[in-house]
T-cell receptor, first 113, second 114 residues
């Protein structure tokens, strides 16, 4: 069965610092992987996704993630944090046999000035 | 704006009651998914409908049911409500593409059971 583990429920960075949010997955089939962001009192918005092809995926708002099969990881990064990046971030996996998203428990990103 | 709409935005009710949450998918999307977000369980998949037919079931309680109508909007019915049903309920929609599709989420309905 597919599952997702997000290491660190809370990450704090300074404005301008590197953002690194960790995600490891477990899947019995080649995974489709997603990162979603949730701003306070809003729904989830897709940041980026990996399905096939290039393992380095670029998303919106300057975020990118790299699919590493050998490490079963899909970590999310952004070179320089902005105050507006403060939100909750969810990593999710979907197996090729199914369509429902399986989410990690989320990581809250705080950005200080 | 994802194009997915959900009503109502907030709902306060009492234990034992029944409520209906409504979702309108993005134009052209045939699949609708329901998810529950709670502090203790996180984001959990409940159920999926595709073009009016139930396609997949997740951790949905027997007290909960859903349907998708011919105009593709969907309703999630929650009955015999318990305090633990208090949560944020999201609807998402997509156009199936063998798993590669993006699910677009609505703003959610926040349910509080007192």
């Amino acid at each position: 069965a597919q599952s997702v583990t997000q290491l660190g429920s809370h990450v704090s960075v300074s404005e301008g610092a590197l953002v690194l949010l960790r995600c490891n997955y477990s899947s019995s089939v080649p995974p489709y992987l997603f990162w979603y962001v949730q701003y306070p009192n809003q729904g989830l918005q897709l940041l980026l996704k990996y399905t096939t092809g290039a393992t380095l995926v670029k998303g919106i708002n300057g975020f990118e993630a790299e699919f590493k099969k050998s490490e079963t990881s899909f970590h999310l990064t952004k070179p320089s944090a902005h105050m507006s990046d403060a939100a909750e971030y969810f990593c999710a996996v979907i197996g090729q046999a199914g369509t429902a998203l399986i989410f990690g428990k989320g990581t809250t990103l705080s950005v200080s000035s | 704006d994802s194009g997915v709409t959900q009503t109502p935005k907030h709902l306060i009710t009492a234990t034992g009651q029944r409520v209906t949450l409504r979702c309108s998918p993005r134009s052209g999307d045939l699949s609708v998914y329901w998810y529950q977000q709670s502090l203790d369980q996180g984001l959990q998949f409940l159920i999926q409908y595709y073009n009016g037919e139930e396609r997949a079931k997740g951790n949905i309680l027997e007290r909960f049911s859903a349907q998708q109508f011919p105009d593709l909007h969907s309703e999630l019915n929650l009955s015999s409500l318990e305090l633990g049903d208090s949560a944020l309920y999201f609807c998402a929609s997509s156009t199936p593409r063998g798993g590669e599709e993006t699910q677009y989420f609505g703003p959610g309905t926040r349910l509080l059971v007192l």
